[in-house]
DNA sequence: CTGTTAGCGCCTTCAT
DNA sequence: ATGAAGGCGCTAACAG
């Protein structure tokens, strides 16, 4: 209303009016800058793209005084729209929950910082109908690549991604039919180097606990491994038991079962976690029996936690260079992004063993004890 | 090459040759579904727009299989550079490995998802020019609004916010002079419980163990209910221990300070870890002391984490609920977004008290006994 | 070196 | 009920 009083200065009533609307800060526009300056938006384009071998030195010093005194900052939406280039990428998390995938977050928004790439995420929880809409979503933003870590079942949207040579790298597991780079833990050599050293301290049945193992490669891969360590040793014996984390008790029932199979066998008995989520229902569960480590079972974990030390005498594990996995990533998209067109590449890189108390070794005689003296708790608690 | 023998179908043939050139997805327009569907572009947008209404039945309809044959998905960029609904939130992490962060990111990130909006997540790992740099980024996208737990300090960019009256939601901590909405614990309260718990249970020398107070109000909220509730009892003593969590060695320091000033008065020594990094690094002092809890000194944690339970014979918490504090913040924001213009106001949601192992009982017997035992093994191993 | 012109994909008056 | 035209802020030919 006092804008129709006063119509002197058209720029200013449209700022009040927009204020009064859309309550936003009034973005300064290239186009401002450039009339402030008194040169061509183009000019000032130039300016924003770092092309100043063709800017004046005259020009350049003008722009980027009038840049600094409007505070202006180049709208990304924008440039995105023109370009192509938006400077966005997106980051398909399959749980947010999960240590590892917060760990391998802070690496690849580190390096999305560090080369002015802004981090999309999204948590799809393991659900491929959330995945295929995250996909989506992602899409719509033109993000310029994709950090994937997929919850293995039913990709066809990955699939697509494919054909259409959309980059992007996926992270710790990778997909049948999909020819995307990846980044992840070497899990075939990691799960050797954990299981030889179970056995070196002279656990001889190890099971090795998992998620579900359909669709997930590195799962797969860590079984490999596993299985392959213990075959060069036939007077031990090992086992893959599959769990359901979300459902209440099931670990614990898992193990239960596996105990009393083998703690009358007189070996020594290990586990083998699979991975965080799994580590901790196993420390639970063992708990909620009554069992602890190194005493009654060996216990050896897949990923390092902030409590890995902590609990008992502490828990051995298997580090993964979580950091350097999303960091890693993010680079390597990136020099796709940048048109890269070799072939697929797998960047695995390798876990590190931190033994601690959980690992302790035995001798075969203590070994004869520790299973008798399962077999004793199992069935007194059982 | 295949495609220039069969030419039938050009859009086949476009895609393939676009493929070649840009890599790219092919991007469906607005304009392509319009020709296809024998259409204007307006009556495309108006069905994107929901303003059916408007449109017969029969463009309706023609419209919508076109969408969905040609897979089409409007370009949020584009929708942003006119309107301004990006549907975008931005949020900045004081912290991102701090599992409080994190917990409350997955909260915000479904409801997000619930309400069609995407998440742009910035790390400023508690330093002020990466949370400068990181609004600065955020902006540029155009994001309707953001969710900001700040690192506390140089908070000039927040005060300019305020200003543009951009919506704004703090989490956790509010600032000065800023009139933003709030969502966070009710420290003070939350506090309060946790120390009446411990002087109830018997505990009569108290330490409050926070990272820096300086511009983190939740922490001096903490401060505040905690020392309310020890004045209520003149025969105890309680008192607030500053660390530094980064320093190595720095909170087993200022434990084994706290501990010979107090263990000597016979009273019985608790410790109460102002949020999850400190307990971390208080579960881990301890241990380098080889002191343990609840026989040596009572623990209570603020933050409830995975490895809670299991830690020594448990480790008491004040849980937030930290997934609601995210979605709601979120669900606030949106409404702040949609133009609610109301005064300021904090959502304080309640904490929760765990009682586990590291705060048991203990009489005045056995209190004076704990005291001199922990004399002893501090005068030992110090 | 510099500016003019023409869109990017979408939404929004304004006609019809 | 439908469409044509213009513009959001920016970049990218194409002239000078």
């Known amino acids: 209303m006092a804008a129709q009083i006063n119509r002197r200065s058209s720029t200013i009533w449209r700022a009040r009016v927009r204020q009064s609307i859309k309550t936003g800060t009034d973005r300064v526009t290239i186009a401002q800058v450039a009339r402030e300056a008194g040169v061509s938006k183009t000019s000032v384009s130039r300016y924003l793209g770092g092309e100043f071998d063709a800017l004046s030195v005259r020009l350049r010093e003008q722009i980027g005084k009038t840049i600094a005194r409007l505070g202006y900052q180049p709208s990304q939406m924008a440039r ?79 699939h697509e991604l494919g054909q259409a040579a959309f980059p992007v790298v996926l992270l710790d597991r990778h997909v049948e039919g999909c020819d995307f780079d990846l980044v992840g833990l070497d899990n075939v050599k990691a799960a050797q180097l954990a299981t030889r050293h179970l056995l070196a301290q002279g656990y001889t049945d190890i099971a090795l606990v998992v998620q579900s193992l359909y669709g997930v490669s590195s799962r797969q891969g860590r079984q490999a491994g596993f299985l392959q360590a213990m075959s060069e040793r036939r007077d031990c014996h090992g086992q893959t ?101 070799s072939v697929r590449m797998e960047m695995l890189l390798d876990g590190r063993l931190i033994s601690r108390g959980s690992t302790a070794a035995v001798t075969a005689q203590e070994g004869r004890a520790c299973s008798a003296r399962l077999a004793a708790k199992l069935g007194v608690t059982g």
Not at 118 to 129: K, S
Not at 314 to 328: A, D, H, K, L, V
Request: hydrophobic letters at 40%.
């Open 241 to 341: 038991l599959e769990v359901d984390v979300e459902q209440p008790g099931h670990v614990a029932t898992v193990l239960r079962e596996f105990f009393l199979r083998r703690a009358r066998s007189g070996g020594r008995v290990a586990l083998l976690a699979g991975n965080g989520m799994v580590s901790l229902q196993i420390a639970l569960a063992l708990q909620s029996m009554k069992l602890s480590f190194p005493d009654d079972v060996g216990l050896l974990c897949f990923d390092e936690l902030a409590w890995s030390p902590l609990v008992g005498s502490g828990i051995s594990t298997i580090e993964q260079p979580t950091y350097e996995i999303g960091f890693t990533a993010i680079e390597r998209l990136l020099v796709r992004i940048q048109g890269e067109r």
């Open 80 to 158: 995105g729209l023109k370009g192509g280039r938006t400077r966005l990428i997106g980051m398909l998390v399959a749980d947010i929950l999960n240590p590892y995938s917060v760990a391998v977050l802070h690496g690849a928004e580190a390096a999305c910082q560090k080369h002015g790439y802004t981090l999309m995420l999204c948590n799809t929880g393991n659900d491929e109908a959330r995945e295929k809409q995250s996909l989506a979503a992602l899409h719509s933003y033109s993000v310029e690549g994709l950090l994937f870590n997929t919850q293995g079942r039913n990709v066809t949207p990955l």
